[in-house]
């Protein structure tokens, strides 16, 4: 309760270590904290990064083998985070690209 919040910290080390022009990271969490993790995202976009999802909850789904979820809160779905750094048109980050499905 009385611990200064992570997040904040974490979004500006993304953004640091996503500062070469063509870097980009992928972030795979089950959600817990749906508010929490939109905060995270906007925190992130507010530092000028990209975030888009490749795969959707469906996909997603599908490539976790029956009971090899180990994680004790494994009940929320899978997310898959794309992050690129220096986002916006002109810098080469921005997320044309189409969505990976089957």
């Known amino acids: 309760f009385f611990e200064p919040d992570p997040l904040e910290?974490?979004?500006e080390t993304?953004?640091?270590a996503l500062a070469a022009r063509c870097s980009f990271a992928l972030c795979c969490f089950r959600v817990r904290d749906r508010r929490r993790e939109a905060?995270?995202?906007?925190?992130?976009?507010a530092?000028?990064?990209?975030?888009?999802?490749?795969?959707s909850?469906?996909?997603?789904?599908?490539?976790l083998p029956p009971?090899?979820?180990?994680?004790v809160e494994a009940t929320g779905p899978l997310r898959l985070w794309r992050i690129r750094g220096?986002?916006?048109?002109g810098t080469g980050t921005d997320d044309n690209s189409p969505r990976v499905e089957e």
């Open 47 to 55: 530092r000028g990064l990209a975030i888009s999802e490749p795969l």
């Open 14 to 16: 993304v953004r640091l």
């Open 9 to 11: 910290p974490l979004a």
């Open 39 to 45: 905060h995270f995202r906007a925190l992130c976009e």
């Open 67 to 71: 009971g090899s979820a180990t994680d």
């Open 86 to 89: 220096q986002a916006g048109p």
């Open 57 to 63: 909850e469906a996909r997603l789904a599908t490539m």
